[in-house]
């Protein structure tokens, strides 16, 4: 065999050796802070700063996207806020309302990212130190530990958990297929406990992604929504324990965002009564699907966050908390567990006839 041919091999094998023993990457956070210095200086950005930027670890992500418009506002944000002459737009950006923000989801992340960069500039050098300072692996390892503590035994070792990338974005995290994103901003802003906390969460969206279904969620939107509903409503028990407000006060975040959350929480009886009508109009063919999934759009909101934590609220309080995790892969399960705490607590309870609706679609993907 040729010479050069095995040793690109075994080049090839240890650069995938590192890129999977890598827990974490901060390339984008550098990025950041290179841009932002710059402006700070009352410079200007040159293209291949930008596209240094652009190309970063988590940067690159956006800048992929075919719609460019959440790159393009991180970029025109970063702009605003570390530059000398964009006071007016700034000024704009801020006085968006809950109202706007509620209408337009567009509006919510330009206020939320601008709000972000903000607080950045005004604990910049402080930031830039903790980047310096801080043991990041540290924190995974951490996070993994938390993650298994919370679900009630070790995870499954033959399962790789995704890299954490930090960035700075709007202050909340997400796991995507290829990696964990957090807001640097968001995990230097909490204490040890809520760093753990936070990322354990996000793990936990990656480590049930092993389990689910995707056959089910695949096979239509009621479905995705019913999955999305277990998996963010089970993730919060681990980092919001405190509630909604509690939680937006202490970790600093939009002062609109968490009223919103806070409200879609206590009124989230009231909106699975909706859910459940839609949908048995929908199996008695009195609506499309279409119909169907715009009201669902309209129920659901933030990605059946607040739903999903008033359901888990119920089944934890009811002591169905272990029979929730076991199960925690099953959209069934968790509706199931959820109606036996509400009879128990005289909560609104799911009728029989929306059950067995649900266990007709789910019976074949669950065993």
């Known amino acids: 065999m040729n010479k050069i041919f095995i040793y690109g091999i075994v080049i090839f094998i240890i650069n995938l050796n590192e890129l999977y023993a890598q827990s974490y990457?901060?390339?984008?956070?550098?990025?950041?802070?290179?841009?932002?210095?710059?402006?700070?200086?009352?410079k200007e950005i040159s293209n291949v700063q930008w596209d240094n930027f652009d190309n970063s670890?988590?940067?690159?992500?956006?800048?992929?996207?075919?719609?460019?418009?959440?790159?393009?506002?991180?970029?025109?944000?970063?702009?605003?806020?570390?530059?000398?002459?964009?006071?007016?737009?700034?000024?704009?950006?801020?006085?968006?309302?809950?109202?706007?923000?509620?209408?337009?989801?567009?509006?919510?992340?330009?206020?939320?990212?601008?709000?972000?960069?903000?607080?950045?500039?005004?604990?910049?050098?402080?930031?830039?130190?903790?980047?310096?300072n801080y043991d990041f692996n540290n924190l995974v390892e951490k996070s993994k530990q938390r993650l298994g503590s919370f679900l009630g035994q070790p995870l499954d070792s033959s399962i790789i958990l995704n890299p954490v990338y930090f960035l700075f974005i709007t202050a909340d995290g997400k796991n995507n297929e290829e990696a964990i994103y957090v807001d640097f901003n968001l995990i230097y802003k909490k204490t040890e406990q809520q760093r753990i906390?936070?990322?354990?969460?996000?793990?936990?969206?990656?480590?049930?992604?092993?389990?689910?279904?995707?056959?089910?969620?695949?096979?239509s939107d009621l479905n995705s929504a019913l999955d999305m509903i277990q998996d963010e409503g089970i993730a919060d028990l681990i980092d919001k324990k405190i509630g909604y407000n509690n939680y937006f006060i202490e970790n600093g975040e939009l002062t609109e965002l968490g009223e919103i959350?806070?409200?879609?929480?206590?009124?989230?009886?009231?909106?699975?009564?909706?859910?459940?009508?839609?949908?048995?109009?929908?199996?008695?063919?009195?609506?499309?699907?279409?119909?169907?999934?715009?009201?669902?759009?309209?129920?659901?909101?933030?990605?059946?966050?607040?739903i999903g934590f008033y359901m888990a609220n119920k089944i934890v309080s009811a002591g169905y908390q272990e029979q929730m995790l076991i199960t925690f892969y099953n959209p069934y399960e968790f509706f199931r567990l959820y109606n036996k705490a509400a009879k128990e607590q005289n909560g609104f309870q799911l009728s029989d006839e929306f059950m067995n609706y649900l266990n007709e679609i789910t019976k074949e993907y669950y065993r």
């Open 57 to 132: 670890a988590c940067y690159r992500n956006y800048s992929k996207r075919q719609d460019k418009f959440v790159i393009n506002t991180i970029k025109n944000s970063i702009i605003i806020v570390f530059g000398s002459s964009h006071n007016s737009e700034l000024d704009s950006i801020l006085s968006i309302t809950e109202k706007d923000m509620e209408r337009d989801i567009k509006l919510l992340f330009k206020k939320e990212l601008l709000t972000n960069y903000l607080s950045v500039k005004s604990n910049y050098d402080s930031i830039k130190s903790f980047r310096e």
């Open 25 to 42: 990457d901060l390339t984008s956070v550098d990025e950041f802070f290179k841009v932002a210095g710059i402006l700070k200086e009352g």
């Open 261 to 306: 959350f806070v409200k879609l929480y206590s009124q989230a009886p009231t909106d699975l009564e909706r859910f459940q009508s839609v949908i048995l109009d929908y199996s008695k063919d009195k609506i499309t699907e279409t119909k169907m999934i715009d009201e669902i759009i309209e129920i659901v909101k933030f990605g059946g966050h607040p």
């Open 197 to 219: 906390d936070f990322i354990a969460h996000e793990m936990f969206h990656n480590y049930r992604a092993y389990f689910k279904n995707y056959d089910f969620i695949h096979s």
